[in-house]
């Protein structure tokens, strides 16, 4: 139902303006040519109509957040704002490249003797006769591996990239919080995104390297340790009772293990057996070196045990080591060197590089359980 307004309250130059812009007032803009008309050839003589229309909707249309194109820089009415953190989905904790002891080394392999046996000492009669015993020694020779991390910046990037945060870049312990970096321009963004790669691949090659899988990579303790001193679970759950086991064979073969390292689901599951062991404990506390790791009460001291994400949480394949880290070190022929590559284009290439090798003098120092449910 149409319905009629007090005429006082409507202002004429707006409401004239609403229909016809700056259009005269009196101009005729819409005429029948009557001619065309009896003849039944309908055409308009003038017809203005169309461009007042548009006229119209300009005036009218709203003004909203998606004109021009949502979301569109460069052609909507709101420019793009864009959050300055930058969050790495895909971090990694890397505590043993910290707490694996590094040594500098000269040449291309790392040589080191061993005593493998010992004739030992013997007790005689008086004026016996004394025959010398015989020690054998081994020679072992570890190959240096090379590791890369290769990335590039465009000179466009260089100019427009702005700065950034990189949130929860830098990893603080094993369990601690993600400190934030820096970056105040698109080549040290691309330098620190390619370091943290660097070191979640050397994390990784500590534990998982195999050189029989990749003949360019080092073996990391898992392959060092091979079967030595296995406690083997053989899917079973596991027990207060494999820990004194495996701690066992490590100290009856002469080693005095100081460092645990499992993945995330063996670590709660030692959690859980000390909790129903003794009750409700504070089983996690600072260690010395500053990550926050369970402490067992064993044989040979307390153990601190570190979780790393770079152990399995297969089921029926989990494990956890034991390790004697007097006999563990990383030799280092090279360690973290920024190098620039040959210029590509109109962009700046450069890489990071790390010369080095695992090795273990004594792997039956050491131990581990096997094949956990």
């Known amino acids: 139902m149409a319905t009629v307004g007090n005429a006082a309250t409507v202002n004429a130059g707006a409401a004239y303006a609403s229909s016809f812009g700056n259009l005269p007032s009196e101009t005729l803009y819409k005429s029948v040519d009557m001619e065309s008309f009896s003849q039944k050839d309908n055409h308009y003589s003038t017809d203005a ?148 790669e660097i070191r979640e691949l050397e994390e990784n090659l500590i534990i998982n390297g195999s050189v029989s899988s990749d003949a360019n990579e080092f073996n990391g303790f898992i392959a060092l340790q091979g079967s030595t001193n296995q406690v083997d679970k053989s899917s ?18 002469g080693g005095r293990p100081n460092l645990g390292v499992c993945g995330s689901a063996v670590f709660g599951d030692l959690l859980d057996l000390l909790t129903a062991k003794i009750g409700y404990l504070q089983s996690a506390q600072q260690v010395f070196w500053g990550f926050s790791a369970i402490l067992l009460n064993t044989m040979v001291g307390q153990i601190p045990i570190v979780p790393s994400m770079y152990m399995t949480n297969t089921a029926n394949a989990k494990q956890l080591f034991f390790l004697d880290m007097s006999v563990i070190e990383m030799r280092v022929l090279q360690d973290l060197t920024y190098e620039k590559l040959a210029k590509t284009n109109d962009s700046e290439k450069f890489m990071l590089k790390i010369y080095e090798a695992l090795i273990n003098r004594a792997p039956s120092f050491s131990s581990f359980i096997d094949n956990i449910a």
């Open 236 to 253: 079973t759950a596991l027990s207060l009772d494999d820990i004194t086991t495996a701690i066992q064979y490590a100290f009856d073969d």
């Open 49 to 196: 109509i169309p461009q007042l229309k548009e006229a119209f909707d300009i005036g009218f249309k709203a003004l909203t957040t998606t004109a021009g194109g949502a979301g569109t820089a460069g052609y909507g009415m709101i420019p793009i704002y864009v959050d300055p953190i930058i969050v790495d989905r895909t971090r990694k904790w890397t505590p043993l490249v910290e707490l694996f002891p590094r040594r500098s080394n000269m040449g291309m392999t790392a040589d080191y003797n061993v005593i493998t046996a010992k004739g030992g000492a013997f007790v005689a009669g008086e004026d016996a006769a004394l025959s010398e015993t015989t020690t054998t020694y081994d020679r072992v020779s570890v190959g240096m591996k090379f590791l890369y991390s290769v990335g590039r910046v465009t000179g466009q990037a260089q100019a427009a990239v702005p700065s950034y945060i990189m949130a929860g870049f830098q990893p603080s312990g094993s369990t601690g919080p993600f400190g934030d970096s820096s970056t105040p321009n698109a080549m040290q963004q691309e330098v620190l995104v390619k370091t943290r």
